[in-house]
Protein backbone atom coordinates (compact mmCIF):
# COMPACT_ATOMS: atom_id res chain seq x y z
CA UNK A 1 0.00 0.00 0.00
CA UNK A 2 1.28 3.41 -0.81
CA UNK A 3 2.05 5.59 2.06
CA UNK A 4 2.68 9.59 2.16
CA UNK A 5 4.13 11.22 5.53
CA UNK A 6 4.68 14.90 5.82
CA UNK A 7 6.69 16.65 7.88
CA UNK A 8 6.51 20.80 9.00
CA UNK A 9 9.58 22.56 8.08
CA UNK A 10 10.55 25.71 10.13
CA UNK A 11 10.78 29.25 9.96
CA UNK A 12 14.66 29.09 12.10
CA UNK A 13 14.29 28.64 15.59
CA UNK A 14 12.54 30.28 18.70
CA UNK A 15 16.14 30.18 20.46
CA UNK A 16 19.20 28.60 20.33
CA UNK A 17 22.56 28.08 22.20
CA UNK A 18 23.65 26.44 24.94
CA UNK A 19 23.45 26.37 28.77
CA UNK A 20 25.80 25.12 31.22
CA UNK A 21 28.01 23.89 27.68
CA UNK A 22 24.64 21.90 26.29
CA UNK A 23 23.14 22.63 23.32
CA UNK A 24 19.29 23.25 22.42
CA UNK A 25 16.78 24.78 20.04
CA UNK A 26 13.49 25.84 20.45
CA UNK A 27 11.66 24.66 17.60
CA UNK A 28 9.28 27.07 15.50
CA UNK A 29 7.12 24.41 13.24
CA UNK A 30 5.31 26.10 10.38
CA UNK A 31 2.62 25.29 7.56
CA UNK A 32 5.28 24.22 4.93
CA UNK A 33 5.78 20.75 4.86
CA UNK A 34 7.92 18.04 2.81
CA UNK A 35 6.07 15.00 1.54
CA UNK A 36 7.67 11.30 1.21
CA UNK A 37 5.69 9.05 -0.54
CA UNK A 38 6.71 4.91 -0.10
CA UNK A 39 4.99 2.16 -1.74
CA UNK A 40 6.83 -1.50 -2.02
CA UNK A 41 8.37 -2.42 -5.62
CA UNK A 42 10.77 -4.78 -7.03
CA UNK A 43 13.67 -2.86 -6.35
CA UNK A 44 14.56 0.31 -4.46
CA UNK A 45 14.68 3.22 -6.31
CA UNK A 46 13.67 6.91 -5.84
CA UNK A 47 12.52 10.33 -7.50
CA UNK A 48 13.50 13.82 -6.34
CA UNK A 49 15.81 12.97 -3.19
CA UNK A 50 19.04 13.64 -2.24
CA UNK A 51 22.07 11.88 -0.32
CA UNK A 52 20.82 12.41 3.02
CA UNK A 53 16.88 10.62 2.16
CA UNK A 54 19.39 7.86 1.16
CA UNK A 55 20.97 7.82 3.96
CA UNK A 56 17.56 7.62 6.03
CA UNK A 57 16.14 4.56 4.34
CA UNK A 58 19.27 2.85 4.45
CA UNK A 59 19.77 3.38 8.06
CA UNK A 60 15.68 2.55 8.53
CA UNK A 61 15.82 -0.43 7.06
CA UNK A 62 18.81 -1.46 8.82
CA UNK A 63 17.07 -0.44 12.65
CA UNK A 64 14.02 -1.96 11.79
CA UNK A 65 15.93 -4.94 10.34
CA UNK A 66 14.26 -5.55 7.13
CA UNK A 67 15.27 -5.85 3.72
CA UNK A 68 12.01 -4.50 1.42
CA UNK A 69 12.39 -2.48 -1.83
CA UNK A 70 10.69 0.78 -2.05
CA UNK A 71 9.79 3.04 -4.75
CA UNK A 72 10.48 6.36 -2.71
CA UNK A 73 9.94 9.85 -3.57
CA UNK A 74 9.92 13.27 -1.95
CA UNK A 75 8.14 16.51 -2.60
CA UNK A 76 9.35 19.73 -0.50
CA UNK A 77 8.07 23.43 -0.26
CA UNK A 78 11.12 24.10 1.96
CA UNK A 79 13.78 26.41 0.29
CA UNK A 80 16.97 24.41 0.94
CA UNK A 81 20.16 25.91 2.83
CA UNK A 82 17.74 28.89 4.60
CA UNK A 83 17.16 27.56 8.30
CA UNK A 84 13.78 26.35 7.72
CA UNK A 85 14.11 22.60 8.50
CA UNK A 86 14.12 20.86 5.11
CA UNK A 87 16.26 18.07 5.64
CA UNK A 88 15.15 17.45 8.75
CA UNK A 89 11.37 17.58 7.51
CA UNK A 90 12.55 15.55 4.42
CA UNK A 91 14.62 12.74 6.80
CA UNK A 92 11.47 12.53 9.00
CA UNK A 93 9.29 11.85 6.67
CA UNK A 94 11.28 9.49 5.37
CA UNK A 95 11.81 7.30 8.46
CA UNK A 96 8.42 7.06 8.63
CA UNK A 97 6.86 6.74 5.63
CA UNK A 98 9.13 3.14 5.35
CA UNK A 99 8.55 2.42 8.93
CA UNK A 100 4.28 2.52 8.04
CA UNK A 101 4.87 0.76 4.64
CA UNK A 102 5.99 -2.29 6.65
CA UNK A 103 3.34 -2.15 9.71
CA UNK A 104 5.94 -0.66 12.13
CA UNK A 105 5.45 3.04 13.84
CA UNK A 106 8.03 4.48 14.65
CA UNK A 107 8.59 6.91 17.96
CA UNK A 108 9.37 10.39 17.66
CA UNK A 109 12.86 9.27 20.16
CA UNK A 110 13.61 6.83 17.27
CA UNK A 111 13.08 9.34 14.49
CA UNK A 112 15.56 11.66 16.25
CA UNK A 113 18.28 9.10 17.18
CA UNK A 114 18.18 8.14 13.32
CA UNK A 115 18.44 11.51 12.34
CA UNK A 116 21.02 12.33 14.58
CA UNK A 117 23.23 10.03 12.86
CA UNK A 118 23.23 11.85 9.51
CA UNK A 119 22.97 15.39 10.55
CA UNK A 120 22.45 17.74 13.14
CA UNK A 121 18.84 18.10 13.26
CA UNK A 122 15.29 20.26 14.56
CA UNK A 123 12.77 18.72 16.16
CA UNK A 124 9.58 19.63 14.30
CA UNK A 125 8.67 15.96 13.92
CA UNK A 126 7.90 16.13 17.89
CA UNK A 127 4.02 16.57 18.65
CA UNK A 128 4.31 20.50 19.88
CA UNK A 129 6.78 22.96 19.83
CA UNK A 130 9.81 21.15 22.17
CA UNK A 131 13.22 21.87 23.87
CA UNK A 132 15.99 19.80 21.53
CA UNK A 133 19.28 19.22 21.83
CA UNK A 134 19.70 19.68 17.71
CA UNK A 135 23.62 17.73 17.76
CA UNK A 136 23.33 15.11 20.30
CA UNK A 137 19.54 14.38 21.39
CA UNK A 138 20.51 14.46 25.27
CA UNK A 139 17.72 17.05 25.66
CA UNK A 140 14.49 16.16 24.46
CA UNK A 141 11.26 18.70 26.41
CA UNK A 142 7.89 19.18 25.09
CA UNK A 143 6.65 22.66 26.44
CA UNK A 144 3.21 22.74 24.76
CA UNK A 145 1.22 23.63 22.20
CA UNK A 146 1.81 26.18 20.06
CA UNK A 147 0.29 29.92 19.88
CA UNK A 148 -2.09 30.87 17.26
CA UNK A 149 0.81 33.44 15.41
CA UNK A 150 1.53 34.44 11.88
CA UNK A 151 4.88 34.59 10.79
CA UNK A 152 6.34 36.99 7.67
CA UNK A 153 9.82 35.27 6.77
CA UNK A 154 12.51 37.24 4.97
CA UNK A 155 15.47 35.86 3.73
CA UNK A 156 18.72 37.88 3.64
CA UNK A 157 20.45 36.19 1.26
CA UNK A 158 22.97 33.15 0.84
CA UNK A 159 23.03 29.67 1.93
CA UNK A 160 24.11 27.98 5.24
CA UNK A 161 25.64 24.52 5.16
CA UNK A 162 24.25 22.69 8.79
CA UNK A 163 26.83 20.13 9.36
CA UNK A 164 29.54 22.62 8.34
CA UNK A 165 28.10 25.47 10.75
CA UNK A 166 28.07 22.95 13.74
CA UNK A 167 31.67 22.08 13.39
CA UNK A 168 33.22 25.35 14.00
CA UNK A 169 35.62 25.88 15.38
CA UNK A 170 34.80 28.99 17.54
CA UNK A 171 30.99 27.92 17.68
CA UNK A 172 31.44 26.56 21.35
CA UNK A 173 33.27 29.84 22.43
CA UNK A 174 30.67 31.94 21.04
CA UNK A 175 27.94 29.91 22.22
CA UNK A 176 29.47 30.54 25.72
CA UNK A 177 29.34 34.19 25.62
CA UNK A 178 25.70 34.29 24.54
CA UNK A 179 24.48 31.90 27.65
CA UNK A 180 23.10 34.73 29.58
CA UNK A 181 21.01 36.00 26.61
CA UNK A 182 19.90 32.68 25.86
CA UNK A 183 19.04 31.91 29.16
CA UNK A 184 17.05 34.71 29.61
CA UNK A 185 15.40 33.99 25.95
CA UNK A 186 14.40 30.51 26.64
CA UNK A 187 12.69 32.07 30.04
CA UNK A 188 10.48 34.41 28.24
CA UNK A 189 9.97 32.03 25.67
CA UNK A 190 9.04 29.19 28.31
CA UNK A 191 6.46 31.34 30.32
CA UNK A 192 5.14 32.93 27.00
CA UNK A 193 4.24 29.44 26.10
CA UNK A 194 2.92 28.17 29.04
CA UNK A 195 0.59 31.49 29.67
CA UNK A 196 -0.59 31.91 26.25
CA UNK A 197 1.07 35.30 25.93
CA UNK A 198 2.33 36.02 22.84
CA UNK A 199 4.34 39.28 23.97
CA UNK A 200 6.34 37.41 26.08
CA UNK A 201 7.63 34.83 23.35
CA UNK A 202 8.82 37.45 20.74
CA UNK A 203 10.53 39.04 23.55
CA UNK A 204 12.41 35.86 23.61
CA UNK A 205 12.86 35.31 20.33
CA UNK A 206 14.30 38.69 19.80
CA UNK A 207 16.54 38.28 22.60
CA UNK A 208 17.66 35.22 21.19
CA UNK A 209 18.18 36.74 17.44
CA UNK A 210 20.42 39.65 18.98
CA UNK A 211 22.47 37.26 20.63
CA UNK A 212 23.25 35.33 18.01
CA UNK A 213 24.91 37.98 15.81
CA UNK A 214 28.34 37.70 16.68
CA UNK A 215 27.68 33.78 15.47
CA UNK A 216 25.91 34.40 12.57
CA UNK A 217 25.05 38.10 11.38
CA UNK A 218 22.25 39.16 9.83
CA UNK A 219 22.47 42.74 8.07
CA UNK A 220 19.05 45.26 9.10
CA UNK A 221 18.25 42.82 11.44
CA UNK A 222 18.02 45.49 13.98
CA UNK A 223 15.83 47.69 11.69
CA UNK A 224 13.92 45.09 11.14
CA UNK A 225 13.20 44.74 14.53
CA UNK A 226 12.30 48.63 15.21
CA UNK A 227 10.14 48.55 12.02
CA UNK A 228 8.13 45.40 13.09
CA UNK A 229 7.75 46.40 16.55
CA UNK A 230 6.12 49.76 15.05
CA UNK A 231 3.62 47.37 12.93
CA UNK A 232 2.37 45.61 15.92
CA UNK A 233 4.63 42.49 15.84
CA UNK A 234 5.74 41.06 18.74
CA UNK A 235 8.98 40.76 17.81
CA UNK A 236 11.78 38.89 15.64
CA UNK A 237 13.02 35.17 15.75
CA UNK A 238 16.04 34.05 13.26
CA UNK A 239 17.38 31.01 12.03
CA UNK A 240 20.57 30.43 13.95
CA UNK A 241 22.68 28.74 11.60
CA UNK A 242 20.36 29.40 8.87
CA UNK A 243 19.54 32.97 6.27
CA UNK A 244 16.02 33.36 7.51
CA UNK A 245 14.45 35.79 10.10
CA UNK A 246 10.83 35.63 10.86
CA UNK A 247 8.82 38.88 11.78
CA UNK A 248 5.90 37.70 14.37
CA UNK A 249 2.40 38.69 14.76
CA UNK A 250 -0.16 37.99 16.32
CA UNK A 251 -3.60 36.97 14.65
CA UNK A 252 -5.04 40.43 15.72
CA UNK A 253 -2.28 42.25 14.25
CA UNK A 254 -2.50 40.26 10.52
CA UNK A 255 -3.99 43.35 8.67
CA UNK A 256 -0.58 45.21 9.70
CA UNK A 257 1.69 42.58 7.86
CA UNK A 258 1.47 44.09 4.41
CA UNK A 259 3.13 47.61 4.91
CA UNK A 260 5.66 46.10 7.64
CA UNK A 261 6.53 44.22 4.91
CA UNK A 262 6.38 46.71 2.42
CA UNK A 263 8.00 49.17 4.71
CA UNK A 264 11.03 46.77 5.01
CA UNK A 265 11.76 46.27 1.70
CA UNK A 266 12.07 50.35 1.58
CA UNK A 267 14.34 50.12 4.18
CA UNK A 268 16.60 46.94 4.03
CA UNK A 269 18.55 46.61 0.39
CA UNK A 270 18.89 42.94 -0.46
CA UNK A 271 16.84 41.51 2.12
CA UNK A 272 13.69 39.52 0.42
CA UNK A 273 10.11 38.80 1.38
CA UNK A 274 9.39 35.01 0.81
CA UNK A 275 5.99 34.47 2.34
CA UNK A 276 3.41 34.69 5.39
CA UNK A 277 3.32 31.03 7.53
CA UNK A 278 1.30 29.85 10.41
CA UNK A 279 3.15 28.94 13.63
CA UNK A 280 2.15 25.21 14.44
CA UNK A 281 2.99 23.02 16.62
CA UNK A 282 4.69 19.71 15.21
CA UNK A 283 4.12 16.22 14.29
CA UNK A 284 3.91 14.22 11.46
CA UNK A 285 0.56 13.44 9.32
CA UNK A 286 0.02 10.37 7.35
CA UNK A 287 -2.15 9.49 4.02
CA UNK A 288 -2.86 6.04 3.47
CA UNK A 289 -3.50 4.16 -0.27
CA UNK A 290 -5.96 6.51 -1.69
CA UNK A 291 -7.52 8.80 0.97
CA UNK A 292 -7.42 12.42 1.28
CA UNK A 293 -7.35 11.96 4.80
CA UNK A 294 -4.12 13.58 7.08
CA UNK A 295 -4.21 11.72 10.21
CA UNK A 296 -1.51 12.37 13.01
CA UNK A 297 1.15 9.70 13.24
CA UNK A 298 1.69 10.27 16.87
Not at 1 to 23: D, F
Not at 96 to 120: H, V, Y
Not at 140 to 154: K, T, V
Not at 166 to 188: G, I, P, S, Y
Request: proline share 4%; net charge negative; charged share 20%.
Amino acid sequence: MRITVKAPGSCGELAQGTIAGKNFLITCPIDLYSEVTVKPCEDTSSLNVGNKVISAIEKTLHYLQITDNFYVNLRSELPIGKGMASSSADISATCQSIALSTGRILSPDEIADIALSIEPTDGIFYPGIVLFDHIQGHIRQCLGNAIPMYIAIFDVGGEIDTLYFNQRNDLEKLNQAKELQVQEAMNLILKGLTTNDLSLLGKGATLSALANQKILFKPYLEEMISISLSWGAVGVNVAHSGTVVGILFPPNQLHRCSPCIEEINRHCNDVKFLRIVKFISGGLKKQEGDSNEWTQCF
